[in-house]
């Protein structure tokens, strides 16, 4: 997603209590970096971060990362996660199981290493990369799929939602061909008996323009 510049995104994560500056420093280590010691999830492309602090304020029990590559776009995030965590009545000084990071997906195992132990990982709206020549910057490529297992339990979930029919059809395969089992999957997400689902920017856009939203649940085969 293109995002304007925002000046005042460095600014305000600089002093965040919730932004890791430094993530190679907590490879190994991320379950120290939370007050509380409890589950460890993980969203890639977290965007605006509509999903992450959602999850934050419904899911106390669990510590959740959340990753993007651009500096701007998790600016907005912290605005957004401040700013439900506030309409909540908790306030902002009460978020402690969310914590931000900014780092290119393609080199994640250099921040996150098989001690940290991911117990559920979070896909919502990547790009899909149509075009052939682009589909192995896809996060759900085989490539990628193979790094995701150096850090995930081996009961892990991931969590796969996209717009794109492509992109999930050839997802399914992709998940497949890399030994990952699919325990759930739906082509239209608002009419199945998903149950937490949690909408994002982008899922509300695309299922108010009449698309349905594709959705799987996958882990490793035992």
């Avoid at 005042?8 to 932004?19: G, I, M, N, Q, T």
Wanted: glycine share 6%; proline share 5%.
């Amino acid at each position: 997603m293109r995002i304007r510049k925002k000046k005042w995104a460095a600014p305000e994560l600089s002093v965040c209590d919730f932004f890791i500056k430094n993530p190679e420093e907590h490879r190994g280590r991320w379950r120290e970096a939370f007050k509380k010691a409890q589950p460890l999830h993980l969203e890639i492309g977290c965007g605006k971060g509509g999903f992450a602090g959602q999850l934050a304020l419904k899911r106390p029990d669990v510590n959740l990362l959340a990753v993007d590559i651009k500096l701007d776009m998790l600016g907005v995030g912290r605005r957004t996660i401040v700013k439900l965590f506030d309409e909540s009545g908790k306030g902002a000084d009460s978020i402690d199981n969310v914590l931000l990071v900014c780092y290119n997906v393609e080199q994640l195992d250099r921040i996150i290493a098989p001690e940290d132990r991911i117990e559920r990982m979070y896909i919502n709206f990547c790009n899909p990369w149509p075009r052939d020549r682009h589909k192995k910057r896809r996060l759900t490529y085989p490539r990628k799929l193979e790094m995701y297992k150096s850090f995930l339990t081996p009961d892990a979930e991931i969590r796969f939602k996209t717009d794109d029919d492509g992109l999930f059809e050839e997802s399914v395969e992709y998940f497949e061909q890399s030994g990952y089992e699919i325990t759930y999957i739906t082509r239209d997400l608002h009419n199945s008996d998903v149950t937490d689902n949690l909408m994002t920017e982008h899922e509300k856009m695309f299922s108010d323009e009449g698309i349905p939203i594709k959705y799987l649940i996958a882990r490793q085969k035992s």
